[in-house]
């Protein structure tokens, strides 16, 4: 190819107005940007909440935290809780803080389990500033709190945020239908999207972001698909909004239900709502009265409801086309992943990009980072479904019986018989979050870190409780999650 001037994104929503929106500030003075996209086509617009590293991608396009919040009608997230999925009655959260303090032999829950032993321990979330802060609703945003937070936004807000803000950049959008993907006869390359109109796109590169359909990376270019459906078996989701609340809580709700689980999500001026379920073990029907019975507050609007396959696009690299966002796979929202992932998609991109030709071995590089992102997030997501006791319904029994990865299982057998954890600093999941989740849902070791019994009863003791007090003395300080909004976004909410 003679150099790479032309971007071309197909398909709008969340994915591509975060592809456009990066590319366009980024790379804006070196290519054109082009995103084309319908209006009449629905969106998902289910991806209500994040996790942490958006907040440094938001940094990286200049995005001012308190402004993006006022737009999206965000709240500030610390974790997740997790409700009946060990057993019915058990609640954990899952935050984004660090527990404890490590030091260079081992990690801070070998210190707590022998703490626990020896009568020394309280619970294991008690040394955790965001776990903390969760529980009693109180932060400092911005960096004066130093705490790890994502945001609960308005998804479709948040496209339309993106979007002005991409076309501040200088991305040029087309409003029209892509009625079919031109391919080169003599390489295989994608030359052109022609639209209903006639209007012909041509491009050098382009990003397939039109969701499931996977019109240009799908149909196009016909790269296969790797389903994940024997360890992820939940298949559909209905999504609902509701009016919102008085209490504000600083973190996602995701309440196991008995063929699968039911988020509730916070924002500033309404709750979102939605239930993940597998169409083998409940009709849809059912799923949705089920829904609808546990909302807190009126429903402000119709169910949606889709169908999904869990799993990922074999390549998500191929040609000259680049899959990001629901086109390149999906795992499932448990632990709010999706935005993350395409985001991710996007900056690999950007580090990768192609200047004069696209690389084979950039390709190959590409789909072999993507791939093993992905596959570290899924062996943490089936960790969910796995680690249950719940035997009260066929799904859970499905769950509690059935094969896993050989990367999960030799990373469950190695922690139960030591404690030790194993894993990269290229996945999303470090070790906390996994000793959260298998804590929480009653995996634990038998063992710990033999240099824990260098420390005495007292030093332990006054390690452990040293420590406690920090996290209580600093969370303490830190005002309502109400009144961080208020003081912090001016959101509109009343003051308390």
């Known amino acids: 190819m003679a150099g790479i001037h032309q971007i071309v994104i197909a398909g709008g929503g969340t994915s591509g107005w975060l592809a456009a929106s990066a590319i366009a500030k980024l790379y804006g003075k070196q290519v054109k940007v082009t995103l084309v996209d319908s209006a009449a086509i629905g969106r998902i617009g289910v991806g209500e909440a994040t996790i942490p590293p958006l907040r440094n991608f938001h940094r990286l396009l200049a995005i001012r935290e308190s402004e993006f919040m006022s737009a999206t009608q965000a709240t500030f997230k610390l974790g997740i809780e997790f409700k009946h999925w060990a057993q019915r009655g058990d609640s954990y959260i899952h935050s984004f803080g660090i527990t404890g303090k490590d030091c260079w032999a081992c990690d801070f829950h070998h210190f707590w389990l022998a703490g626990r032993e020896r009568a020394l321990a309280s619970e294991f979330g008690d040394y955790c500033v965001e776990l903390q802060s969760a529980r009693k609703q109180r932060l400092l945003p911005g960096d004066a709190g130093k705490l790890n937070y994502a945001y609960h936004v308005d998804a479709g807000l948040y496209a339309g945020f993106l979007r002005q803000h991409a076309l501040r950049h200088g991305c040029n959008h087309v409003d029209g239908k892509i009625e079919r993907v031109e391919i080169s006869g003599s390489n295989g390359y994608i030359d052109a999207l022609v639209l209903e109109d006639g209007a012909r796109i041509q491009g050098d590169l382009f990003i397939d972001c039109s969701g499931f359909r996977a019109l240009l990376i799908g149909s196009a270019l016909n790269v296969g698909f790797e389903s994940y459906g024997d360890f992820l078996p939940c298949d559909s989701a209905i ?3 509701s009016a919102g609340q008085d209490q504000l809580r600083p973190y996602t709700q995701a309440i196991a239900q008995e063929f699968g689980w039911q988020w509730c999500i916070p924002l500033q001026n309404r709750m979102g709502n939605g239930l993940v379920y597998s169409s083998q073990y409940v009709a849809d029907t059912v799923a949705g009265e089920r829904l609808l019975q546990n909302l807190l507050s009126e429903p402000v609007s119709e169910p ?9 696009r074999r390549q998500a690299w191929h040609k000259n086309c680049v899959a990001i966002g629901l086109s390149g796979g999906f795992l499932e929202p448990v632990e709010s992943t ?19 030709e696209i690389s084979d071995m950039a390709m190959a590089t590409y789909n072999a980072q993507t791939r093993e992102e992905i596959e570290g997030i899924r062996d943490f997501i089936i960790l969910h479904y796995k680690a249950t006791e719940r035997k009260d319904s066929a799904f859970w029994r499905y769950c509690n019986t059935m094969a896993i990865p050989d990367s999960l299982a030799g990373r469950l057998e190695l922690f139960r018989a030591t404690g030790v954890l194993s894993g990269t600093e290229r996945e999303l999941f470090q070790i906390n979050s ?15 870190h033999p240099i824990v019994d260098l420390m005495s009863e007292d030093e332990l003791g006054a390690f452990l409780q040293g420590y406690k007090k920090f996290v209580e003395n600093r969370v303490s300080a830190f005002p309502s999650h109400r009144q961080a909004i208020e003081q912090y976004c001016k959101g509109g909410l009343a003051s308390e």
Request: charged share 25%; no cysteine; aromatic share 10%.
């Open 239 to 241: 999504a609902v909004q």
């Open 304 to 312: 949606r409801r889709f169908r999904y396959r869990p799993g990922r």
């Open 338 to 356: 999706s935005i993350h992932l395409a985001m991710s998609a996007i900056l690999r991109l950007l580090k990768l990009f192609p200047r004069n």
């Open 434 to 448: 996994w000793v959260q989740v298998l804590l929480g849902q009653r995996i634990e070791p038998t063992d710990y």
